[in-house]
C-alpha cells in the first residue's frame, strides 16, 4: 500500500513542487493549503506523515500542530516542519513540546527531502 | 444722662428696698388686721350661739311649763267633775258635751289636750273623732317617739317627753307632750290621763326672730369693719406712692452730686489717654472721687517725667543702631556679592544637570528607536528571508526536476515548470527593486528624474500589463481618464512604480469583484485613485499603513504575502514628488487608495 504524505503550505506552486517530487517516488500526496483545510482533510484520512509549512496566513503552522496534538484521534500522527524560518528561530523546546520528528529548510535539494520522508516514514 | 449709670443702679436698688419695705408692711398689716378680724367674729357668733342658747332653752322650759301646767289644770277640772258624777260611765261621759268641752281644750297656739284610759291606753277623748275609742299602740310604728312616752304610763304613771313629728307636708318637728294622771275614776272603774301636746318651736319661734336679728346685726358690723379695712389700705398705698415720689427725688438729688464729678474725671482721662499728658482732671471735690483726681494727676506726671527719659534714652540708642546697621550693611555687602558668585555657580551647574538630563532623554529615545527599528528590523528581515527563500524554493525545486529527461521531453509539464520558474523569479525581482528602493531612499540616493508624462499613454501601459493579473483572479479592471489631460512634469518610472503597487494590492487583497482606477485634474493636481471591492482595512490601521516593513499581521501570519514596504516606498515617492497619498476604506466593502501629484513638479 501506497504511503501518504501531507503537504501543507500556501505556496501553491510549493504544493505542486513537493507533490510532484514525491509522487514520482511513489507516495500518495495530499495538498492543503491552509491549517483550516489540514484539519478538515484529517478527519477523513490518516496520512503516515504530514509535512508542515510554519509561515502561513490566518494559522501558523505551530498552531496547527498544537491543535492536531490536541486532538486525541490525531495526536499520535507524524508531523515534520517544512519551512524557510531557521533553526534558531524554532528551537529545540518547541520542537520537543509539538513532538516534531523533523525539521526540513527551504529550499531543499529534492533528492534530500526524498531520503528524508523515506526515513520518516520507516522505508 | 440725668443721673448716670451708677445713679441708675443705685436708684433701682433704693426702689426695690422700699417696694419690699411696702409689700412686707402692708402684708403683716392686713394679716394682722383679718386676725383680729376673726377673733372678733369669733367671738361674737360664741355669745350670739350661747344668747340663742339660753332664750331658746328658756322659752322652751317656758313652754313646757305652759303644756304641763295646761296638763294638770285639766286633770283637776276633769277630776272635780267624774267625782261630782259617779254614777257615769266612759260612754256616758263620752256623750256628755260638758266634759268633752273641759276634756279638749286648747294648748298654745296649735295642741290641743286628749284623755286616754291609763289601763288600756285606749283614747277616749280627742279633737280627732278618728282617734277616739283608738289603742294608742297602734301608734307605735308611726310615732315610735309618742309611743314611748305614752307607754310608760300604763298603770297611771306620769310621763312627758319630746316626741318627733311629721308634718302632712313632710316637715320634721318637735312637740312635746305632758301627761297629768287624773285621780279619779269612772263609775265603770276606768282611770284616765290629759296628755297635753303642742309644737314645741312655738315657744322658741320668737327666739329664732331674735336670732335673726342678731345675725343681720351682725353682717352690717361685717360690712362696715370691711369698709374700714378698705380705708387703711388705701392708706397705707397713698403714703408708699408719697414716700416713693419724695424718694425718687431726693436720690436724684445724691446720685447727681456724685454722678457730676464722674462725668467730668472720665471726660479729662480721656484726654490724657489720647496722649495729652499736660491735661489734668480738674475734680476739686471733697470726697473719695477728689482725691482719686489727685492721684490720678500725680500719676500722669510721673508718666510724663518717665516719658521724656524714654525719649532721651531711645534717641541715643537711635544713634547708636544706626552706626552698628551701617556697619552690618557693609557686612551684609560683602556676603552677598560671594552668595550672587555663588548662585551663579549654581545656576551653571543646572543648566548642565538639564543639558545633561535632555540629552539622557534623547539618547534614551534614540535607543529606543533603535530598539524599534531593531525589532522592526528582525521582523523584516524574516519577512524578506521568507520572500526571498520561498521563491528560491519553487525555482531551484522545478530546476531540479527539469533535469529529468522525461520532463524535458514532455512539452506541456515542461512549459509549465519554466512557467512557474518566470513567475517566481518575477517575484524575486520585486522583492530586490523594493528593498533596493528604500535603501536608496533611506541613503539619499534616489534620483528623481523630471519629465513631460503623458499620462494616458502611461495608463494604457500599466492597464495592459495588469489585465492578465485580474482576469486570472476572475477579477473586473477599470481605468477612467479623464479628456485632455494636461501633461504634467513628474518622475514616470516613479509614477508606474506607485501604479503598479496599488494595483498589485488592490488585486491581492479582493477576492471578488474588481478594480477601478481613476485620474483627473484637480485644481493645481492630478488626483489618482485606485479603488477595490476587497476585504478593506479598519481605520485603525490607517495611520500606520504607510510605516515600514507594517503588515497587519504578524510575521508567521502573513495575509497574502509581500514585505510591507510597498506602501512606504509609495508614500516617499509620492512626497518626494510633491504630492499627498491617502486612503478611505470599508471592512468587508474595498479600499481605496488617493494620491496627488502637482502639473509642476515642487521637490523637496
New interface residues.
Partial sequence: MKKKIMIVDD?V??L???K??LEQEGFEVIGVSSGKECLDKLKEVKPDLILMD???????G?EVTEKIRKNPKTKNLKVAFLT???FS?VGMDMLKDLNVSDYIT?????ADLVKRVKKLVGE | MIIGKLGNKILNAILILIATQFLITMFVTVSDLRNMEESTLTFINETMQISKNVSSSAMEGMGKEIIKTKAEDVTKELEVYIKSHPNMTVYDLQNDTEFNKIAVQPVGKTGYTAVTDYNTLICRFHKDPKIVNMDLSLLAEKLPGFWAIMSRTRGGITADGFYEWIDPDGTKRFKYMYIAIINATTADKVGMHVAATTYIDEFSLPTLKFSEELDEHKNIMLSNHEKILSGIMNDIILVFIFTLILVIILTVFITRSIIKPITEFRRDAKEISNGNLDVKIKVKSDDEIGELAEAFNQMTNDIRKSRAEIENYSKGLEKRVKERTAELDKKVDELTNSKTAMLNMMEDLDNANKELLTSQNRFKKSFNKLKELDVDKDRFISIAAHELKTPMTAISGFAQLLENEKIIENDEIRNKYLKIIETEIKRLGKLVTEVLDLSRIDLGTMKFTVEDVDTPKNMEEIKNEMLQRTKEKGLSMNFSIEQNLPIIKTDREKLREILINLIDNSIKYTKRGGIKVDVHKEYDHIKFSVADTGIGISKKYFSKLFTRFYQIESPFTRKAGGTGLGLSICKEFVENLGGRIWLKSKVGKGTTFYFTLPLKLKTK
Wanted: glycine share 0%; proline share 8%; no cysteine.
Fill in positions: 505556496e506552486n510549493i505542486e513542487l513537493v510532484v517530487i510554519m509561515m502561513m496566513p490566518s494559522m501558523s505551530r524557510v524560518a531557521r528561530e527551504k529550499p531543499f535539494d529534492n
